[in-house]
């Protein structure tokens, strides 16, 4: 199902309320490595861009609506001869960029909004910008039905990814094998590129969470295996967390831990319904599995009280999800007039928000054992109550579990677009 970029573009301008204002948006420009070469960095145009145009290789694109007429209009870079003999470029449609200057001097003394990448020689209104810029991103948050159907496609992806990697997750494999393995069937599977960079942890590594695949870290019998990854379709990406075990046997401990988790994702998962404010289902998330690490004997307390107290961040610190799509948090955020909540608990939460029917969000919680959260003075002494902090040290070597699965709102029950990938038990 194609993208019907016109249309996007109108439905954009009503919902940016503008009446006499410019609007730019700025594809950006490549970046040379850092060598001596004609090489570049693979450019990736600013994503307000490419969401207005659908133009991925446009360097130095610009795409200007006049509010005053409600017209758009997209300034493309002319294609060289160099540039289709070396790299087959082909010219895209649109006005080509020399026009561009004439174009904005005919609507001198208008403020201007600038989005996307920074064009040269333009001064923008930066508070009108801001403005802008939040009206955008509230109003791209529902998918539409081409952005959907990219995401399937890229879910289907991940899920080759995941089966591939199955075989591997065994004692004595490095995380870096594993990468490949995974990696490589996202490609079989049809997918253009990975969404984000893979993280493969095993043991310890399994708590750190934006953490990079190595060769010289391999499973032992019995680590935790913590694989988040996904594949990217034109653009569109998926967000999948798994937790497994090398060589499947989880001992008891380890098993009571990925139950609390899966119990918390479970609930988490059918919560994301029209109307539901996210946080929400951060907090509840939360209490289920503080109450699972009281009933496991490592919290000591009533988890409702536990996670007032911001105790629950000593072993799950970040937040419960973030929307995803056009980029791994895409239009993540704030609802319309509300400000950022301070509470240092919600430092880490991407967004706050109700959910509507068309956000497609991750619900991911995890509970970890992160040796330097744990052996923190000031947290020892500020939770010394409520935590059995000789049962924790224990187990300071475990890692962490975490669940995440991608989930569009609807009208009615939520669809899990990544349920065709297997939980380890």
Known sequence: MSIDYTARRERMGRALNLTNEILLVGAGHPLPKPEVSEQHLPFIAQQEYFYLTGHADAPGGIVAYDAQTREWTSFVPEVTEMERVWDGAEQLPGELLGRFPAWLAARRGRRIAALGAQIDGVTADESLGTRVREALKHARRAKEPGEIALMKRAAIATAEGYAAVQPFLVPGVSERRMQIELEAGFFRGGGTATGYGTIVGVGAQAAVFHGSPSTERVAREGDFILIDAGAEVDRYV????????????????????????????????????????????????????????????????????????????????????????????????????????????????????????????????????????????????????????????????????????????????????????????
């Open 238 to 425: 998926i967000d999948v967390t798994r937790t497994y075990v090398a060589g499947g046997q989880p001992n008891a401990f380890q098993r009571d831990l990925y139950a609390a988790v899966k119990n918390a994702h479970a609930r988490g998962c059918a919560k994301c319904v029209n109307g539901t404010e996210w946080k929400d289902i951060h907090f509840g998330a939360a209490i289920d599995m503080v109450g699972s690490l009281v009933d496991m004997g490592v919290m000591k307390g009533n988890a409702t009280s536990l996670v007032e107290q911001e105790a629950h961040m000593l072993f799950f610190p970040h937040g419960v999800g973030h929307m995803v799509g056009l980029g791994v948090r895409d239009a993540s955020g704030l609802e319309p007039g509300r400000d950022k909540d301070p509470r240092p608990c919600l430092r880490s939460l991407r967004m706050d928000l109700i959910l509507r029917p068309g956000y497609t969000v991750t619900i991911e919680p995890g509970l970890y054992f992160i040796p330097a959260l744990l052996n923190d003075p000031a947290r020892r002494e500020k939770y010394r109550d409520c935590v059995n902090w000789e049962l924790a040290e224990q187990h300071q070597h475990l890692g962490g579990v975490r669940l995440e699965d991608n989930l569009l709102v609807t009208d009615g029950a939520p669809v899990n677009l990544t349920a065709a990938i297997p939980q380890a038990f």
